[in-house]
């Protein structure tokens, strides 16, 4: 299963490398784009969801790195929520080492 890894600047332009252990992400995101922080945790929160159905449809387990993933990713966007203009943008998509 082709895993990838996608980066992303914050509002306070801090940037995060994520992963994703599935091609899925790329439909729910695009690159260049800003996302409110409501709308990229629900493509987030999508998105992981059919990764995960992806790998356990493949190895009978869900991907513990991808829930980690977007734990740690929501919980960076609630350090944004006070800024209703605060928006996410994905800056690119790369292969997973």
């Known amino acids: 299963m082709p895993a990838m890894h996608y980066t992303?600047?914050?509002p306070d332009a801090s940037e995060t490398t994520a992963y994703s252990p599935s091609l899925i992400i790329q439909d729910y995101f695009e690159p260049g784009r800003a996302y409110r922080l409501d709308d990229f945790a629900q493509r987030l929160q999508?998105?992981?969801?059919?990764?995960?159905?992806?790998?356990?449809?493949?190895?009978?387990?869900?991907?513990?790195?991808?829930?980690?993933?977007?734990?740690?990713?929501?919980?960076?966007?609630t350090q944004f929520e006070g800024e209703p203009q605060a928006e996410v943008t994905v800056l690119a998509f790369g292969p997973a080492d």
């Open 8 to 10: 992303l600047r914050w």
């Open 46 to 77: 999508a998105a992981t969801a059919i990764a995960n159905e992806r790998v356990q449809a493949k190895f009978g387990f869900v991907c513990s790195r991808a829930n980690d993933q977007q734990a740690t990713l929501l919980a960076r966007i």
